[in-house]
Nanobody, 113 residues
Framework: QVQLVESGGGLVRAGGSLRLSCAVS????????MGWYRRAPGKQRELVAI?????TNYGDSVKGRFTISRDNPRTVYLQMNSLKPEDTAVYYC?????????WGKGTLVTVSS
């Protein structure tokens, strides 16, 4: 089992920055993929960023503005710069381990214009 807890969301003005954190606990060995998705009100879930084995991929809407990183096996970060109102969403941390997907409960990011 893998538990994921997000933090760092909040209210920020357009053009500002936030850093989200995802604390990983439980069985962290054999975690292959970690990442962030988001769901805006009335919209489908959208890929933000994923990282696996040193390879990183970003959603088109956040390329050049967001950065995913891991400085230890138990924490994943999402640095979000140049935020836009359309980045407003609940952000979810996710992990894939041995074919199973795990999700956190999400953290709300609100960007005001």
């Amino acid at each position: 089992q893998v538990q994921l807890v997000e933090s760092g969301g909040g209210l920020v003005r357009a053009g500002g920055s936030l850093r989200l954190s995802c604390a990983v606990s439980g069985s962290i060995s054999s975690i292959n993929v970690m990442g962030w998705y988001r769901r805006a009100p009335g919209k489908q879930r959208e890929l933000v960023a994923i990282t696996s084995g040193g390879t990183t991929n970003y959603g088109d809407s956040v390329k050049g503005r967001f950065t995913i990183s891991r400085d230890n096996p138990r924490t994943v970060y999402l640095q979000m710069n140049s935020l836009k109102p359309e980045d407003t969403a609940v952000y979810y941390c996710t992990a894939e381990r041995l074919g199973l997907d795990y999700w956190g409960k999400g953290t709300l990011v609100t960007v005001s214009s």
